[in-house]
């Protein structure tokens, strides 16, 4: 039993039940025994009381693509290091990607990071099963054992799985057991050995581009799939306007189906790349400023319905290459609230929109209890400054891997405080 805890004087900002107003929570064993709007809170005896100072108090991020390192890959990444990288950005939820080194394809390795997870990270680590065995795009692992073991949801990560009969097939087993199947859209034909963006930029930088329909294409064969099999689909990120209208088209037919968005894709464009800067070759590839504008409206609509931050560590060795030889992924636990508070001081969307993104519709998605304030929930949550100034710098982050692709950005709006389970797990000290 620990000591009650009030968080008073916050402004509560919770996109599940549209509050945005000062107000009081009160944690007890980890989780939120009551809520107090528009007035000062009765402290119980022995309580610890938080004054936020007219901080916004939100639900804890749910940041659904998280690559780590761990295990195989250590060095890039562990589950210690993503998770102190975690709720420094206020994440304090992430879905852990099935590629690693050997791939999450087995029950007893969904349960060993789960239980591996609970002693090193202080976020909650989410373990994502692999659709097909060592990610191979040929055979079908255990679902039923998976689930059991405590898969979220299923996904071969960074691979798009090329044979229509084989996701059917996934599709139609995952539907059995009401789990999620997250699914990177690539056709890979289509995307053969291009790096970025087909267009005229690419041809101006003499590199081979990559079009959008090597996205359009295998989302339109899983949405019709999807309809099909009746699965509760998400397409893992989408960056093109032709997606958001397949999917917007979609949705009036299906409301199982949801689709997530890149922080990199929503923030940015192809343009960032400048001269060749590698931190900047991502999977999806930036698109144009068009595409971008088109992802934003399709927030704003609601036909995408989460952001994550595309975590995906990698070592200075695989980065510093020649454009064309560098690997993809950049790391983005830290930033991915900092850069999405940007489209609410540019005016483009609000704050609830940007948050519901990546709290409450995560949740939802996922089947979890969590990404709310409310009686009863989790108290994870997390104490927003909307106005702080600061820097991304190489020396303040805490991810193994330094491959940013806001190095050097500056931002406004920090995480001073995060609580994970009613347990402060992150102060600001800067």
């Not at 029950?107 to 002693?119: Q, T």
């Amino acid at each position: 039993m620990t000591r009650p805890l009030i968080i008073d004087n916050a402004r509560i900002v919770d996109p599940a039940s549209g509050t945005d107003q000062l107000g009081a929570v009160l944690i007890e064993d980890g989780r939120i025994s009551d809520l107090v709007l528009g007035g000062p809170a009765g402290v119980p005896d022995n309580a610890e009381v938080i004054n936020a100072g007219g901080l916004i108090l939100s639900p804890g991020l749910i940041d659904m693509r998280v690559f780590v390192g761990e295990p195989g890959k250590e060095y890039r990444e562990t589950l210690a290091s993503a998770g102190a990288a975690a709720v420094a950005g206020g994440v304090t939820s992430f879905v852990m990607m099935p590629d690693t080194t050997p791939t999450v394809d087995d029950g007893a390795l969904v349960d060993f990071l789960i239980r591996r997870a609970e002693v090193q990270s202080p976020a909650r680590v989410l373990p994502a099963a692999a659709i097909t065995k060592g990610l191979a795009g040929k055979e079908i692992t255990e679902f039923g054992l998976l689930r059991e073991a405590g898969a979220v949801c299923l996904t071969d990560g960074a691979q798009s799985i090329q044979s229509a009969s084989l996701l059917r097939s996934a599709m139609g087993y995952a539907a059995n057991f009401d789990m999620p199947i997250v699914h990177h859209v690539a056709e890979a034909g289509l995307v053969g050995d291009g790096v970025m963006n087909e267009g005229l930029f690419a041809t101006v930088l003499g590199l081979k581009g990559i079009p959008r329909e090597a996205e359009t294409i295998p989302l339109a064969r899983d949405l019709q799939l999807a309809a099909l099999t009746k699965v509760r689909y998400h397409a893992a990120q989408v960056s093109t306007a032709g997606s958001a209208a397949l999917l917007d088209a979609a949705k009036t037919r299906n409301p199982s189906v949801s689709a997530g968005i890149s922080i990199n894709n929503l923030c940015l464009n192809e343009n960032d790349i400048g001269r060749y800067r590698t931190f900047f070759k991502l999977s999806p590839p930036l698109r144009t400023e068009d595409d971008r504008q088109a992802m934003v409206e399709a927030l704003k609509a609601g036909i995408i319905d989460t952001i994550h931050s595309d975590h995906d560590p990698q070592d200075s060795e695989v980065k510093r290459q020649p454009f064309a030889e560098a690997s993809n992924g950049a790391i983005g636990l830290e930033t991915l609230l900092a850069a999405a508070l940007r489209l609410v001081h540019s005016g483009d969307v609000d704050l609830s929109t940007v948050l519901r993104a990546m709290t409450v519709r995560p949740a939802e998605i996922l089947g979890l209890d969590t990404g709310r304030i409310a009686r009863g929930a989790p108290a994870d949550l997390i104490l927003i400054d909307l106005d702080y100034p600061w820097q991304v710098t190489e020396k303040t982050i805490r991810s193994r891997s330094r491959n940013t692709s806001f190095e050097g950005a500056r931002m406004q709006g920090k995480v001073i405080r995060t609580l994970v389970g009613g347990r402060t797990v992150f102060i600001d000290e800067a």
